[in-house]
């Protein structure tokens, strides 16, 4: 999709109308929305219930992985859809490796996930957004700047971060800085999305996006965040990484279809992987458990 032969391989693969507007939005903007039909607006309802008792505990942000007990949420993380035009728009077999459900807007600050969970190659991994219910302008919707996923991708050395391990508070001091003084040299301008109840946004990695402020203090913005990889590929986790210099902290994803995980390759072998990262991803499969984050008062 990010390559200049997206027109050859749509045509070689026989895309129908609906996957090469979709593929050639991604492209173009960095970001594309799906309706994903009827049933997917149920499962949305479903989800709902079956994660709106996490949030009742109060002060929740949002909730990790709860695609560990909800079925809804499973199915939605992994819908067909979904998975056809990701594989259609990137050329490899994607994997849903995480979903955050969340029951308000965000305003978290203008970002871009190739800090988060990154790939080499490289931009081989997008957000899917869905809304649970339909999205008000006044309850900090998704906001994204245009086409800023053509940008070169910032890490953290990018940003001025030389330390051979940096730390998370380097990503508030240096790493958002940084990324927003670039994105206002570019010019490029910000928009938001108002998706109705069972659609779909896709982002592309390094697409910049954030949450907006939310104008309405009693409003919900329900919606099911699914962080995507591609097979074949080495995954790695950014802020601990220095890419320049090949060394990466590699991860174990999980493959939310199947709740194994998938092994990261590097140069078609498959890569070592960390113990910790080893046992992380044990203990995910072993206790099933979703992760609820607070919000800090
Ligand atoms: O939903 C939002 O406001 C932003 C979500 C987001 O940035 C993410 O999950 O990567």
Same mark, same amino acid.
């Given at each position: 999709?990010?390559?200049?032969?997206?027109?050859?391989?749509?045509?070689?693969?026989?895309?129908?109308?609906?996957?090469?507007?979709?593929?050639?939005?991604?492209?173009?903007?960095?970001?594309?929305?799906?309706?994903?039909?009827?049933?997917?607006?149920?499962?949305?309802?479903?989800?709902?219930?079956?994660?709106?008792?996490?949030?009742?505990?109060?002060?929740?942000?949002?909730?990790?992985?709860?695609?560990?007990?909800?079925?809804?949420?499973?199915?939605?993380?992994?819908?067909?859809?979904?998975?056809?035009?990701?594989?259609?728009?990137?050329?490899?077999?994607?994997?849903?490796?995480?979903?955050?459900?969340?029951?308000?807007?965000?305003?978290?600050?203008?970002?871009?996930?190739?800090?988060?969970?990154?790939?080499?190659?490289?931009?081989?991994?997008?957000?899917?957004?869905?809304?649970?219910?339909?999205?008000?302008?006044?309850?900090?919707?998704?906001?994204?700047?245009?086409?800023?996923?053509?940008?070169?991708?910032?890490?953290?050395?990018?940003?001025?971060?030389?330390?051979?391990?940096?730390?998370?508070?380097?990503?508030?001091?240096?790493?958002?800085?940084?990324?927003?003084?670039?994105?206002?040299?570019?010019?490029?301008?910000?928009?938001?999305?108002?998706?109705?109840?069972?659609?779909?946004?896709?982002?592309?990695?390094?697409?910049?996006?954030?949450?907006?402020?939310?104008?309405?203090?009693?409003?919900?913005?329900?919606?099911?965040?699914?962080?995507?990889?591609?097979?074949?590929?080495?995954?790695?986790?950014?802020?601990?990484?220095?890419?320049?210099?090949? @060394?990466? !902290? &590699?991860?174990? *994803? $999980?493959? =939310?279809?199947?709740?194994?995980?998938?092994?990261? %390759? #590097?140069?078609?072998? @498959?890569? !070592? &992987?960390?113990? *910790? $990262?080893? =046992?992380?991803?044990?203990?995910?499969?072993?206790? %099933? #458990?979703?992760?609820?984050?607070?919000?800090?008062?």
């Amino acid at each position: 999709m990010e390559s200049s032969e997206l027109d050859t391989h749509l045509r070689r693969i026989g895309a129908d109308s609906e996957t090469i507007d979709f593929c050639t939005a991604l492209a173009d903007h960095g970001l594309a929305t799906l309706d994903l039909g009827e049933d997917a607006r149920a499962l949305c309802d479903q989800a709902v219930a079956e994660t709106d008792p996490y949030f009742a505990q109060g002060h929740v942000g949002r909730v990790q992985d709860a695609w560990l007990r909800s079925k809804a949420v499973r199915r939605l993380a992994t819908h067909p859809k979904v998975m056809a035009m990701l594989a259609a728009a990137y050329g490899r077999r994607p994997f849903a490796f995480q979903t955050l459900n969340f029951q308000r807007g965000t305003q978290q600050a203008v970002h871009s996930d190739t800090i988060h969970f990154h790939s080499a190659p490289e931009r081989f991994m997008c957000g899917v957004w869905i809304a649970l219910e339909d999205i008000a302008p006044s309850a900090g919707p998704l906001e994204y700047v245009d086409a800023s996923h053509k940008l070169p991708v910032l890490t953290m050395q990018g940003a001025g971060v030389n330390r051979p391990e940096p730390e998370p508070q380097d990503y508030v001091q240096h790493y958002l800085p940084a990324l927003h003084g670039r994105l206002a040299a570019s010019g490029l301008p910000h928009a938001t999305v108002l998706p109705r109840k069972g659609q779909a946004v896709v982002w592309a990695a390094n697409l910049a996006h954030g949450g907006a402020p939310i104008n309405d203090p009693a409003s919900t913005r329900r919606s099911l965040v699914t962080h995507m990889y591609f097979q074949g590929c080495l995954y790695y986790t950014p802020m601990t990484s220095d890419p320049g210099s090949d @060394r990466f !902290s &590699v991860r174990l *994803p $999980a493959d =939310v279809a199947t709740g194994g995980w998938v092994w990261p %390759r #590097r140069n078609g072998r @498959r890569a !070592s &992987v960390p113990p *910790p $990262a080893l =046992v992380e991803a044990l203990r995910r499969r072993v206790l %099933r #458990r979703p992760y609820v984050h607070h919000l800090s008062a």
